[in-house]
């Protein structure tokens, strides 16, 4: 059955949709940075998950789990906070959770004003080994990133990626973010 219709028109129910444009490929330049980027972040999240794996057994994400716990009013945070603060799926986060549980280093508690909520809890053990631990994983980060970098290149590389993040990070509701998912 032929569904067009017939006097060369579209119908009034359907406007016409522009064409794709041809994607915009990135410059020589461009392609060098954007490369070079990548090559860099994913050399000192290695970097920085291997010391912190040697030096306490956990994984670059777990630490900073734990940082944002400690500084955290009465070391606490809802687990939809935390997942937020960290950009990882509320899945990603309970397992998370679970494994830093299984060490001691964090505990569950059920929200009192809301019974599906829960809060992650920084347990003593778990700041001891924060305690212990951070010494060598600011070294790990002054040695891997700001010891390469002049004073002005820091300033300008925290610039960027404060620009970065602001552009990335959806303020509408409805948003696509890891955390509500």
């Known amino acids: 059955m032929n569904?067009?219709?017939?006097?060369?028109?579209?119908?009034a129910s359907a406007p016409e949709q522009p064409a794709p444009a041809a994607p915009r490929w990135l410059?020589?330049?461009?392609q060098r940075v954007w490369r070079a980027y990548l090559h860099a972040t994913t050399l000192l999240e290695d970097h920085l998950d291997r010391q912190l794996q040697r030096d306490a057994g956990m994984p670059h994400i777990y630490y900073g789990l734990l940082v944002k716990l400690a500084e955290s009013p009465r070391r606490r945070l809802r687990m939809t906070?935390?997942?937020?603060?960290?950009?990882?799926?509320?899945?990603r986060l309970s397992h998370a959770v679970a494994r830093l549980e299984k060490n001691?280093?964090?505990r569950r508690e059920d929200c009192p004003s809301d019974k599906r909520g829960q809060f992650a809890v920084l347990t003593d053990e778990g700041r001891e080994v924060l305690r212990r631990?951070?010494?060598g994983h600011v070294d790990a980060v002054r040695q891997a990133l700001f010891a390469r970098l002049t004073p002005e290149q820091q300033k300008s590389l925290?610039?960027?990626m404060q620009?970065?993040?602001?552009?990335?990070?959806?303020n509408e509701a409805g948003a696509?973010?890891?955390w509500l998912r």
Not at 3 to 11: I, L, M
Request: no cysteine; glycine share 10%.
């Open 133 to 135: 631990t951070a010494p």
């Open 27 to 30: 410059t020589a330049d461009e």
């Open 3 to 11: 569904t067009a219709p017939s006097s060369g028109s579209t119908p």
């Open 104 to 106: 001691g280093w964090v």
């Open 81 to 91: 906070e935390l997942a937020m603060h960290a950009k990882i799926t509320r899945s």
């Open 163 to 170: 620009i970065v993040a602001e552009g990335l990070q959806p």
């Open 158 to 160: 925290g610039e960027i």
């Open 176 to 178: 696509d973010l890891p």
